[in-house]
């Protein structure tokens, strides 16, 4: 798959074909886009609404789906009193018409093959798990490695699929014990288990909130990864 094509800029509609929600942490949306453009593993949608007045708000999700996925997935995270993930959890139902632009970006994705690691904090897995599920259909899972941080497991989206994958999983704040039965104990991402999963990584992605990213460039920094082959996704208030 190219890296640069799948580039969609106009607006249309993503009909809410199914919806699950975590509890007050995240809610899953599976849209169908109409006229769509298949994504490449790492692009986002940005997602509008609109109020009767006219008043809009728009926002960039990234998108968790394979790219052969009739639907496209997003997964949420509720921030409260946050404008757009407060609607999307509490008000959006089943049926709902919602606008939305993509796929967007072109620099934070993954073709499939480029040999990488990438590291997420919460809600940043939500690229990864588009690159996972993309390297199981296409057999090069090997080229993919994940890890991800989160304050304890229920706070991590997609925490079973990143397992099944054999992502190294940092709890920061509970113990985590692995397919292996092997447990690491809460603490943030060592430089040295960086090290460690980066040897002969040609690009390192990082996505999570400005803290987080600012902490694993430090840290792949110490681990002997180029500044040169990192690619940053932050997500903000300004997304
Ligand atoms: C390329 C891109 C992809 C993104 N993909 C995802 C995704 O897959 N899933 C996802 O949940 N979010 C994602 N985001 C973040 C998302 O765009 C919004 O910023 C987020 O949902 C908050 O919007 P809101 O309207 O609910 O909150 P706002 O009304 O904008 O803000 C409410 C409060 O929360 C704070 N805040 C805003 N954003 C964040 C944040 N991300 N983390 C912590 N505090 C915040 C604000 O400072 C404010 O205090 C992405 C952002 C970018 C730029």
Redesign the pocket.
Known sequence: MSEVEAVASSWTTGTVREIERFGDSYVKLRLEVANRHDHVPGQ?YVVRLRAPDGYT?Q????VASDPADPLIE????C?P??????FLHEVAEVGDELEVRGPI?RWFVWGGTVPSICVAGG?GV?PFVSMMRYARRMGTESALTVVASAQTRVRLPYVEDLEEFGALIALTRENHVDGTGAERVAAHIYPDELAGLSNGVERAYVCG?AGFVSFVGRSLGEAGVRSDVVRV?????T?
């Not at 926002?59 to 990234?62: F, L, M």
């Not at 996704?233 to 208030?237: D, L, R």
């Open positions: 986002h708000a926002r960039s999700y990234s997003l997964m949420v995270e921030l009193r946050g404008e757009v993930s407060s970006g809600s939500v909130s996704e932050q997500f903000g208030p997304g």
